[in-house]
């Protein structure tokens, strides 16, 4: 794994050097001028280790031993959690929300980017066969054992058995076959794979649950599954394993959870973390006013934009902040157009028909990517502190496919494949298609991300430029979300998606073409079985053989391909890939960022210096 890490160093210290040559404007912030940022690469995190105490198999802090109480004030943007039952979630704003209770078997080291224990004490893996040995006398929030019972339900019941969101379940698919859970005594498992899977031990991450309080929600069926654990739970309902329990939900204000006592995380003295009593996160409505609560003393953390890091860094010079460069980002942002040429229930086509053909031409959907000006967006939305993305895998992914070369605006390029497929331009400039039709559709994105509504504009402006007409449209994310996974009525969107840098099998349920987050070719349920474009084919292939390759050099072979065709055949276009810049409250102790973690990977252990808010 270290060889793998030393990769990861490389191209984040290259895109650190790309990073130096953007405008002279932000010069004053290049790398050097950002705190810490020498310990994003540096592998001094001393990471949790092991204990038994008193029969009870403890992780133990291995950082200084902080005091106890104060409040964390993060922030979400838009209006909210749809749910806190981390297997109903299908959005970010609802995992982060439902994460922060319910641990996993297993972590990723936020330096290394190693699968390391978290639920489990240890585990082994030999071929097929994986091996879980759980803590214990650890225990839920309400004082009852984490067992091989709750690992095998969680398993059996609500993931293989298609509970809520089934992403998980649809990742674990080997050849059609799902792998096997067993229970070999009250604190071991054993799980087997159809085939060996390289993605597997990763995908042991997803939370437990609670067998005792799930059980009877999962025995009234998928319906009733759907609304259990909702926003409209009392807190006092939810059994947790997590560092944090829900106390408060005030919908579109806040969200507050409060510290667990019997957490089985404990510092050098033997007690229990988190040192923190609150950790809070406010919906704010937008980027704007998630700014004017941080500079207001109102929140503890912001993710910055490009346009207001050299304010920031200017403000940091008298201010109670700092300011983090943790790298390129995990995530990436696209553009999709919407490739569904199937009919709903009532026999009426998702996609107007004439629309439907705009968008599966391959030469249109290439002409829209090539008169997209990543160049200018970085410079004028971003101020320089990202980089043109050409390809699915971010530019710190180990599995990065560097043969794909980027490249400029070409309007002129643009033209030439529109007029292969036979549009043409009328006397006034306006772009009609072979059979008269004027193009004109609606862009989405959602509303409050101003970075993603600048792009809007931009990319508005760029298609403008070929005589399209674009009805540019921000709307709340909830009901974008409905339009994209639900009624399928959409026409293009700006979205993003989150992402490992290591493991590119977490985007299998976008790029399989039966995924429920194939959003370019979106498939319900009563569609799973309809006929597959050439280039959806050949991308179901090389996930299932990227999967099944046990090597990181064969694995990086399917990968390469993957990325190869998604460069051909755009069925998203990807737009450009930024800097994380973090400002974090100095009180905040315990502090070590990383790349792969953040900032606050290690809530638990940070705590506030005088031990108040």
């Known amino acids: 794994m270290k060889r793998v890490w030393y990769v990861v160093f490389s191209i984040l210290l290259i895109a650190v050097c790309l990073k130096a040559c953007i405008k002279a404007d932000v010069e004053n912030i290049e790398q050097p001028a950002f705190k810490d940022t020498e310990s994003i690469f540096q592998e001094d995190y001393p990471i949790e280790q092991n204990v038994t105490i008193n029969g009870v198999d403890y992780l ?83 004082g009852k054992p984490i067992t091989a019972d709750d690992v095998v339900y969680t398993w059996n019941t609500i993931i293989f058995g298609g509970f809520g969101n089934t992403s998980t379940r649809d990742s674990v698919i080997i050849d059609g076959e799902l792998p096997t859970v067993q229970k070999i005594d009250d604190y071991t498992v054993k799980f087997i ?110 993710s910055l ?51 439907q053909k705009w968008f599966q031409d391959k030469n249109f959907r290439q002409a829209v990517d090539y008169a997209i000006d990543r160049q200018n967006m970085v410079f004028n ?3 320089g502190l990202a980089e043109p993305l050409f390809t699915p895998e971010t530019l710190n992914s180990i599995f990065l496919n560097k043969s794909l070369k980027s490249y400029e605006r070409n309007i002129n390029k643009s033209k030439e494949l529109l007029q292969k497929s036979g549009f043409y331009w009328d006397k006034s400039g306006k772009l009609k298609d072979k059979d008269g039709n004027f193009v004109e559709f609606d862009l ?72 429920t987050l194939h959003i370019f070719n979106q498939r ?33 072979k399917y990968y390469d391909k993957y990325q190869a065709v998604v460069y051909e055949e755009k069925p998203l276009i990807y737009i450009y890939s930024p800097i994380r810049i973090v400002a974090l409250r100095n009180k905040f102790k315990n502090i070590y960022p990383t790349s792969l973690g953040g900032v606050t990977h290690n809530l638990e252990e940070i705590y506030i210096e005088d031990g108040s808010r």
């Open 305 to 355: 934009q490009g346009a207001n890091v050299a304010r920031f860094k200017e403000l940091e010079k008298h201010s109670d902040f700092s300011v983090y460069n943790i790298g390129p980002d995990t995530g990436t942002m696209y553009i999709a157009m919407n490739m569904n040429n199937r009919k709903d229930d009532k026999g009426k086509y998702y996609v107007n028909p004439k629309k």
């Open 193 to 302: 794979t159809p085939k060996p899977f390289a993605p597997f031990l990763r995908m042991l991450s997803t939370p437990i649950a609670p067998k005792h309080i799930f059980k009877p929600a999962t025995d009234r069926g998928k319906k009733y599954f759907e609304g259990f654990l909702s926003t409209n739970t009392n807190p006092n309902e939810f059994v947790i394993s997590g560092a944090f329990k829900l106390k408060e939900y005030v919908p579109a204000q806040r969200v507050v959870f409060e510290r667990n006592k019997d957490y089985y995380i404990i510092n050098k003295d033997g007690n229990k973390l988190p040192y923190l009593n609150k950790l809070v996160y406010l919906i704010v409505g937008d980027v704007n006013n998630q700014v004017l609560k941080f500079e207001g003393g109102e929140l503890d953390e912001i």
């Open 381 to 383: 939305i971003a101020n």
């Open 524 to 556: 319900l349920e009563k569609d799973l079985n309809s006929p597959r474009y050439d280039f959806e084919n050949v991308l179901d292939e090389m996930f299932i053989k990227g999967a099944l390759a046990v090597n990181f050099e064969d694995r990086k």
């Open 60 to 142: 133990q802090s291995q950082l200084s031993i902080g005091k106890y109480g104060g409040t964390f004030v993060a922030s979400t943007i838009g209006e909210g959690p749809k749910t806190f039952n981390p297997f109903n979630s299908k959005d970010n704003i609802s995992s982060t929300m439902s994460e922060v209770m319910y641990d996993g078997l297993v972590t990723t080291n936020p330096v290394t980017g190693e699968t390391i224990p978290k639920l489990a004490k240890s585990f082994s893996v030999n071929g097929c066969e994986y091996i879980v040995n759980l803590r214990k006398g650890i225990k839920w929030s309400d």
């Open 444 to 515: 989405y994105t959602n509303a409050g991300n101003t970075e993603r509504e600048a792009i809007g504009v931009m990319v508005k402006q760029d298609l403008e430029d070929l005589g399209m007409k674009i009805n540019f449209k921000p709307i709340e994310f909830n009901s974008l979300v409905n339009k994209l996974m639900a009624t399928l009525d959409w026409d293009m969107v700006i979205m993003g998606f989150t992402g490992s840098p290591l493991e590119p099998n977490g985007g299998k349920n976008v790029w399989m073409s039966d995924g």
